[in-house]
Structures are given as structure tokens and as C-alpha cells.
């Protein structure tokens, strides 16, 4: 569980985002950089921004949820953007994997990625509470 912290003397977030949160009793699970891959390695929606910011979003999705964790677990993420503007008009889509409180959120744009055809990529830090906390491959 996750503490949003909005201050008023600091400029509000201005989309699904959250200035800081505060970080409760869990197993901390740091996700490596997610891309727009589908399970064989393929790249699902070569050059188009909205397929590929939902695909990476549901890795993460899915990535928690095999350790027994949600999107609202996520308390961090930094995006890896080749076209800003492009992210920028993605934002509906992250408003349905993200609800209040959102994540601390850190974007930049960078020239590319290791794949000439991906433009996104996202890490993630999430917190998932011990009760619902399992390792992939045991029995807890």
C-alpha cells in the first residue's frame, strides 16, 4: 500500500501521476525496463505509440500479478520516450491501468531504443503488500 502526496506549495501533477509516495510494510519488486513485446519476442505495434504504451503497460500488468501483485502496487515509474508529443497524446491509455494514488512518474525523451521500431519503454518500482506477495515458481 502507497500514500499519495500532493502538496499545495508544489505544482500539481497534471495527469495520472502522483508528486511522491510514501512506501508501507511489503516485498519492494524493481521491473526491469518493459518494451512493446508480445511472449514470442515480437514487437507489437511497430512505430505506433498507442499500441505499444497499452502492450507495455499490460507486461507490467502481468508481470505483478505473477508475483501476486496490481497496478496500484506500482508506487514509480520512469518512461523512455523517442517521441515525447507522441507519449503525451498516450495518456488516456495510462488512465486504464492507473487509478489515484498514482505513481511518482519521471519521463525523457531519448533517440532510440534498442529496436529501431520501439518507441517506449518503461521500468517500474512497485511495493506488493506481504500477504499477496508470492515468488514466481514456489508454492508460497
Same mark, same amino acid.
Given at each position: 500500500?502507497v500514500?499519495?502526496?500532493?502538496?499545495?506549495?508544489?505544482?500539481s501533477?497534471?495527469?495520472?501521476?502522483?508528486?511522491?509516495?510514501i #512506501? /508501507?510494510?511489503?516485498?519492494?519488486?524493481?521491473?526491469?525496463?518493459?518494451?512493446?513485446?508480445d511472449?514470442?519476442?515480437?514487437?507489437?505495434?511497430?512505430?505506433?505509440? @498507442?499500441? #505499444?504504451?497499452?502492450?507495455?503497460?499490460?507486461?507490467?500488468?502481468?508481470?505483478?500479478?505473477a508475483? /501476486?501483485? #496490481?497496478?496500484?502496487?506500482?508506487?514509480?515509474?520512469?518512461?523512455y520516450?523517442?517521441?515525447?508529443?507522441a507519449?503525451?497524446? +498516450? /495518456?488516456d491509455? @495510462?488512465?486504464?491501468?492507473?487509478?489515484a494514488p498514482?505513481?511518482v512518474?519521471?519521463?525523457? #525523451?531519448?533517440?532510440r531504443?534498442?529496436r529501431?521500431?520501439?518507441m517506449?519503454?518503461?521500468? +517500474?518500482?512497485?511495493?506488493? +503488500? @506481504?500477504s499477496r506477495f508470492? @515468488?514466481?515458481?514456489?508454492d508460497?
Open positions: 500500500m500514500d499519495a502526496v500532493n502538496l499545495p506549495d508544489v505544482w501533477p497534471f495527469g495520472a501521476f502522483s508528486m511522491a509516495v #512506501q /508501507g510494510d511489503g516485498h519492494v519488486v524493481h521491473l526491469k525496463g518493459q518494451v512493446s513485446l511472449r514470442e519476442g515480437r514487437v507489437v505495434g511497430p512505430n505506433d505509440m @498507442r499500441v #505499444q504504451v497499452r502492450k507495455v503497460l499490460e507486461n507490467i500488468r502481468d508481470v505483478m500479478a508475483m /501476486g501483485g #496490481q497496478m496500484t502496487d506500482v508506487i514509480s515509474l520512469v518512461h520516450a523517442t517521441d515525447i508529443d507519449f503525451m497524446a +498516450a /495518456g491509455i @495510462r488512465s486504464e491501468f492507473f487509478d498514482y505513481p512518474t519521471t519521463t525523457v #525523451q531519448v533517440e531504443l534498442y529501431l521500431e520501439l517506449i519503454e518503461i521500468t +517500474a518500482i512497485a511495493e506488493i +503488500a @506481504r508470492r @515468488r514466481p515458481g514456489s508460497n
